[in-house]
């Protein structure tokens, strides 16, 4: 598996490009992605989103209509690709699949898993590949997504806080802004951010 990966926009949101057996994942193009994903790509099957935060999915119609792909989306974020919710004039989209929680789907042969980590949005999830976690804007290297947008709630939060801690195993995480880490590293920090949100900070 190969990741190409391209900071995007004035919030440097991480575009992701995973080429699995010759075909090419787009994972979360965001604000002027178009241009550097279409140099990148060579057999691009689908558009993923971990949610549906604008910075995340703003370049989703154009990729479509350039390379006629599927968008994958989480079904509780998936609102938020039609309506614009945060008025920023995010060009709208539709989701082709409509993404069940914790759901395993297959992409021309490659398995794909959306876990469900909700709080940051409704549907936020955690897109696992192989040994690999893109985790939108759930974890980050030392940190979590915030909880206090409109649509976030810090009761979900908290409950996907606790449902990570208690995974097995480690993956490598490529997260929506910054750089990369890993679980095993992540889940020191998990306690801390489960007092956080308790105290409401």
Known sequence: MQVKVQPMGPYQTNCYIVTIDGKDLIIDPGVGATSWVLK???????????????????SNKELKEKLNLPIYIPKDDAFMLENDPFSQGTPSSKADKVVQR??????E???VKFWYFAG??????????????FSGDFLFDGSIGRWDFPYSDSNEMMKSLKKVANFKGNFK????????????????YIPYWIEQVKRGF
């Open 173 to 188: 995480i490529y997260p929506g802004h910054g750089g990369s880490t890993t679980l095993s590293r992540e889940m020191k």
């Open 120 to 133: 940051h949005t409704p549907g936020c999830s955690v897109i696992e590949i192989g040994d690999s976690w």
């Open 102 to 107: 914790d759901e395993v789907i297959d992409i």
């Open 109 to 111: 042969g490659i398995k």
């Open 40 to 58: 990148n790509v060579k057999n691009p099957v689908a558009i993923l989103n971990t949610h549906g935060h604008f910075d995340h999915v703003w």
